[in-house]
């Protein structure tokens, strides 16, 4: 092959695009059904791209109106394997906390930290959805569980947001 139809066909290869994000096994609509510290839930979840496809905000709207349930959590990948997150949920600024984690398995995983305790969420794939458990770790004694919730893909509906 000359040197000329070598670089030709480089050429037309294209760019390298990147491989695909973890996170984007959450895009989509999910019905929410499961338990927060003992107290059965049933929410709308809604994972949708942002700011180019760099950001994925996961929202959680509960439909209990008695105990209000609306989580909004961002996720960015940081590397190969690698998440940063905010959590944001309806207790406002000391509710909120940075979270690290990265690609466990066929999963997620993120540690959210309070200071006094880390949130660990993990995001497990299930079928055609996603388990989510929610584990409390004080300093200094061993993790306990919050919250666990199956996520089963449901129709999106216009206007969702927890904002």
């Not at 709308?44 to 700011?51: K, Q, V, Y």
């Not at 406002?92 to 200071?115: C, E, F, H, M, N």
Request: include cysteine; hydrophobic fraction near 40%; glycine fraction near 14%.
């Amino acid at each position: 092959m000359s040197l000329a139809l070598l670089l030709a066909a480089v050429s037309f290869a294209g760019p390298t695009l990147p491989p695909p994000s973890p996170l984007a096994g959450l895009v989509g609509c999910w019905r929410v059904r499961g338990t927060v510290e003992g107290k059965a839930i049933t929410a709308t979840a809604r994972g949708s791209w942002r700011l180019g496809g760099r950001y994925l905000l996961f929202e959680l709207h509960g439909l209990n109106t008695k105990q209000p349930q609306d989580i909004a959590i961002i996720m960015a990948d940081a590397g190969p394997g690698q998440l940063t997150a905010w959590w944001m949920d309806r207790f406002g600024g000391p509710g909120s906390a940075a979270g690290r984690g990265g690609v466990i398995g066929t999963g997620l995983s993120i540690r959210l930290d309070y200071g006094s305790a880390v949130l660990i969420n993990r995001f497990t794939p299930y079928g055609a959805g996603w388990r989510w458990q929610i584990d409390a770790k004080p300093t200094g004694r061993p993790a306990s569980p919050v919250a666990s919730h199956s996520l089963a893909p449901a129709r999106c509906t216009p206007g969702f947001s927890v904002f």
